[in-house]
């Protein structure tokens, strides 16, 4: 069973006003388990590519560092288009420290480490892919 994701983050629900991370939870279930496989896939590269490039000055750029992000990492499953709900919410991550953003990568990747998901299983019930 995975942990709830104050376990990996900074967020206490008991002590802090409803942010950012509050939203997630209220969404996506306090594990992220209402998350399928592909906006958990797609969440954790946004993030993982947002931490790996924050350093790097986006200014004079039309489109945000965090939307880049999530473009890159969405462009297989059309999460740009597709899933608006999922983009604003990575969107408002880019708000979080770095240490938060860090602990929601950790989470999805326990939520996504070892696990067949619905999505990945053809009409017949063969597995299509067992590489995560």
Same mark, same amino acid.
């Given at each position: 069973?995975?942990?709830?994701? +104050?376990?990996?983050? +900074?967020?206490?629900? #008991?002590?802090?006003?409803? &942010?950012?991370? !509050? ?20 969440? =954790?590269? #946004? ?11 986006? %200014? &004079? ?10 473009? %890159?990492?969405? *462009? ?12 604003? *919410?990575?969107?408002?991550?880019? $708000? $979080? ?5 860090? &602990?929601?990568?950790? #989470? $999805?990747?326990?939520?996504? =480490?070892?696990?067949?998901?619905? %999505? =990945?299983?053809? #009409?017949? +019930?063969?597995?299509? %892919? =067992? !590489?995560?």
């Amino acid at each position: 069973m995975s942990h709830p994701i +104050g376990y990996f983050t +900074g967020y206490n629900p #008991a002590t802090q006003e409803p &942010g950012i991370l !509050h939203q997630i939870q209220e969404c996506y279930g306090v594990q992220l388990q209402e998350l399928t496989y592909e906006q958990k896939i797609v969440m =954790r590269a #946004a993030l993982a590519d947002y931490i790996a490039n924050k350093p790097i000055d986006q %200014s &004079g750029n039309s489109i945000s560092l965090i939307d880049s992000c999530i473009e %890159s990492a969405g *462009v297989d499953w059309g999460i740009w288009d597709e899933d608006e709900p999922l983009v604003e *919410v990575i969107q408002a991550c880019s $708000l $979080l420290s770095e240490d938060d953003i860090e &602990g929601l990568i950790e #989470a $999805l990747t326990t939520q996504i =480490r070892g696990k067949i998901y619905a %999505s =990945r299983i053809c #009409a017949e +019930g063969q597995i299509i %892919s =067992r !590489h995560y």
